[in-house]
């Protein structure tokens, strides 16, 4: 099962075609990665998944529905979505922005349920921002900001989560956190992540599958296994890598590499 499909898209900017015949589906109560190179496309896809760009020929599905036909709250009850860069208004405190994830869930007067604050409550609770819960936006480290995002999209309480490099900013330690916040809800909740990560490491052991794009292509899909080859490696990434097995999840990890000669 899918749990949306991309159908032949071509995107792009103005009159610059990023991504041109590009199919793919996600795979339902899966943990989802795309890699690939700095500015091969990988946000353009998400961008168009989230309408924030509109595909130029081709079509996102959701539950068999052109994702640009569904009303904005109606996607966003099914999808939350993380984006690469977000600024948050000024002035904001962590539980304001975290509860601007429960808007496709209100009804046109806009005020806060309990069944809201219980969402908002475990996704300030769960990221770790318990004791920033009244403080500015600003007044956070780049690690806690990238937190409360992740907050944000776990407050809208979706079956789907897309998180467009979810690690970045984040130390070590944090980083593992995050994703295994995402492994615990794929695996106790069964939902739906699709995450770019610059990682690959990280990607093999989180993934159940793997998406690896070049030049606004998909070069190869799979589970880590089947995409984490010395071949895959050097013709997405120009790298020389060498593999071996993680001793914490036995899915392959690159432990090291250099460049191939051009
Ligand atoms: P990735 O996420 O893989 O690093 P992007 O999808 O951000 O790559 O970018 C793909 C290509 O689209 C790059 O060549 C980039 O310069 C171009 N691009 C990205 N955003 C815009 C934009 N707003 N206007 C024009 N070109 C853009």
Same mark, same amino acid.
């Given at each position: ?157 979706? #079956?789907? !989560?897309?998180?467009? @490099?979810?690690? =970045?900013?984040?130390?070590?330690? *944090?980083? $593992? ?5 995402? #492994?615990? !809800?794929?695996?106790? @909740?069964?939902? =739906?992540?699709?995450?770019?990560? *610059?990682? $690959? ?62």
């Amino acid at each position: 099962m899918a749990a949306f499909t991309v159908d032949q898209v071509a995107i792009g900017y103005s009159n610059t075609l990023i991504i041109d015949d590009l199919s793919v589906s996600i795979p339902e109560g899966k943990i989802t990665t795309i890699i690939g190179p700095n500015g091969c496309g990988k946000s353009t896809l998400l961008k168009a998944v989230s309408r924030i760009l509109k595909t130029k020929s081709g079509a996102v599905y959701l539950d068999g529905h052109a994702i640009h036909k569904l009303g904005t709250k109606e996607v966003a009850r099914q999808m939350a979505i993380l984006p690469q860069t977000a600024e948050a208004p000024s002035g904001l405190t962590v539980f304001e922005l975290v509860s601007y994830g429960r808007f496709p869930h209100q009804n046109g007067f806009g005020s806060l349920k309990k069944e809201d604050y219980n969402y908002i409550e475990w996704a300030i609770e769960v990221t770790g921002l318990q004791e920033f819960k009244n403080r500015p936006i600003e007044a956070l480290s780049g690690g806690q900001r990238q937190r409360v995002w992740i907050a944000m999209a776990l407050a809208q309480d979706t #079956k789907i !989560l897309i998180l467009d @490099e979810p690690t =970045t900013y984040l130390d070590l330690a *944090h980083q $593992l956190d995050i994703l295994l916040l995402l #492994k615990r !809800l794929n695996e106790e @909740e069964g939902r =739906t992540i699709v995450m770019v990560l *610059h990682d $690959l490491n990280h990607a093999s052991r989180f993934s159940h599958y793997m998406i690896a794009m070049k030049d606004g292509a998909l070069i190869t899909e799979g589970t880590p296994e089947k995409v984490m080859t010395c071949s895959n490696l050097q013709s997405v990434f120009n790298i020389e890598a060498s593999i071996a097995t993680c001793p914490f999840s036995a899915n392959p990890i690159c432990f090291s590499y250099q460049l191939c000669q051009r």
